[in-house]
């Protein structure tokens, strides 16, 4: 009885632990399966350990520049879809404008719409008007679907600040600009990170909409989906397992330096 008692109150916890477990569970496979040795193309079944794959990451032809041009389109897809999301998101909250109910369920739409619409739909866009599929495709694409992300996570944060913070400010005769940098920024950041770090995941992540627009520009993973046809090598998993350890990491970074902030305000 005394066990029931306790599995009652602390159900939620246990349930939300086996469940993150469950969504780490893909992780910890591919992580293992870093160290295997494969007799064949195919990185499947656990044959014996070696760091082999992790002392050369770099040993598929090919592997590398897809990463680091996969990392470049993110990079910039997010720089651009941030700075054109914050605008979008403080227009929609600050301002009255015709069309601003009708702006505010198109920003709704490509996170609503199948990726494959949506790519072939710039596809056309882009056969039509001549552009050459390739690294530009890619990126504007990547802007168009990743900017609703953005609007989304900066609205939120812009409609939940306190406006009497700026009023108090041009009452001590702060001006427009420095008002919205000393004030208003640093209020909005926590939600710009937020939507830069979702449009940089989802960027990267991508396959369907830059496979229609790719053209013979190949991203991380288009290389991964044709490597899985020929033989997955290890390093795969290398590159993977080293992503996975780097958000863990500035996840877990971006904690302990909110701990310490709130504790020096205290």
């Known amino acids: 009885m005394a066990f029931v008692n306790w599995l009652k109150r602390h159900f939620v916890v ?16 591919v992580t293992v399966f870093s160290f295997n ?36 389109i993110a990079f910039w897809s997010t720089l651009g879809a941030t700075a054109l999301g914050t605008m979008i998101a403080f227009a929609l909250v600050r301002y009255r404008f015709r ?16 990726e494959v619409v949506m ?6 866009l882009f056969l039509n008007m001549g552009v050459q599929l390739g690294f530009w495709t890619i990126l504007i694409a990547h802007v168009m679907f990743c900017l ?19 009023q108090a400010a041009q009452d001590l005769y702060a001006g427009p600009f420095q008002t919205f940098v000393r004030v208003t920024l640093p209020i909005a950041a926590p939600g710009i ?20 627009n790719a053209g013979s520009t190949v991203t991380f993973p288009m290389f991964v989906w044709g490597s899985a046809q020929r033989g997955t090598p290890v390093q795969i998993n290398v590159i993977g397992t080293a992503m996975f350890v780097i958000a863990v990491l500035l996840v877990l ?4 330096v909110s701990n310490r902030r709130n504790k020096q305000k205290a």
């Not at 064949?40 to 520049?65: H, I, K, L």
């Not at 069309?99 to 199948?114: D, K």
């Not at 790519?119 to 056309?124: E, F, N, P």
């Open 148 to 166: 609703s992300f953005v609007v989304t996570a900066v609205k939120a944060r812009v409609m939940s600040m306190d406006p009497r913070l700026e």
């Open 99 to 114: 069309a601003r109910g009708a702006v505010n369920s198109l920003i709704f739409m490509p996170m609503a719409m199948p």
């Open 253 to 256: 970074t971006s904690m302990v």
């Open 37 to 72: 040795d494969p007799k064949g193309r195919f990185n499947y079944q656990w044959q014996e350990f070696s760091t082999e794959a992790w002392t050369d990451p770099c040993g598929v032809a090919g592997m590398c520049d897809s990463l680091t041009l996969s990392l470049r």
């Open 119 to 124: 790519a072939a739909s710039l596809l056309t």
């Open 14 to 29: 246990i349930a939300g632990l086996i469940t993150l477990g469950y969504l780490l569970l893909p992780n910890v496979v």
């Open 193 to 212: 990170a937020a939507g830069a770090l979702l449009a940089f995941a989802l960027s990267f992540d991508d396959f369907i909409i830059t496979n229609f």
